[in-house]
């Protein structure tokens, strides 16, 4: 089975990694960090905002039962993406929403969704729309998170990301 990669930053990747577990298609997801300018960062490092580094997760699906867009419509239901360098009580870059895409037709599909999403009317507030912060970049080095990042949740006795 060929498979396909793609990369997502929502927050805190312990959530957003339980979350597309949750996707059928998706063969593996692993917590890490990438989008900064730091060889193998560890979590502290991250953490001290000193990395350019976002929490991400890589995300490996089988294109034949879920198609990209599928995941792009997880990764808009997770997170408030009009939130900059925030998600929920976490606040830093690293915990910025983004999207690391690793062909043009990923890079297409996210731009596509996200014009969609901005035109949803969903975060209209009165007169006034939250924009939508979401970065769009092209994927870089994915570093895995340590071991005790992995399947957080899971080992936490946590059975969904809600």
């Not at 419509?73 to 983004?98: M, N, V």
């Not at 912060?133 to 994927?139: F, G, P, R, S």
């Not at 994915?142 to 992995?150: I, L, R, T, V, W």
């Amino acid at each position: 089975m060929a498979t396909e990669k793609a990369m997502f930053g929502a927050g805190c990747f312990w959530g957003v990694e339980a979350a597309f577990r949750e996707v059928p298609g998706v063969v593996k997801v692993t917590a890490g960090y990438s989008g900064g300018m730091v060889e193998n960062p560890t979590y502290e490092d991250v953490c001290s905002g000193q990395t350019g580094h976002a929490e991400v997760v890589l995300v490996e699906y089988n294109p034949e039962r879920v198609r990209y867009e599928e995941l792009l419509s997880k990764f808009w239901e997770i997170h408030d993406p009009t939130t900059k360098d925030r998600q929920g009580p976490d606040i830093g870059r690293q915990y910025r929403s983004a999207i690391f895409y690793f062909t043009p037709e990923q890079e297409q599909a996210a731009l596509k969704s996200l014009a969609e999403l901005e035109n949803s009317g969903k975060y209209r507030q009165g007169n006034y729309t939250r924009p939508i912060v979401t970065e769009i970049l092209a994927a870089g080095p994915f570093y895995p998170a340590e071991e005790y990042h992995q399947r957080y949740f899971e080992k936490q006795g946590r059975l969904s990301w809600r």
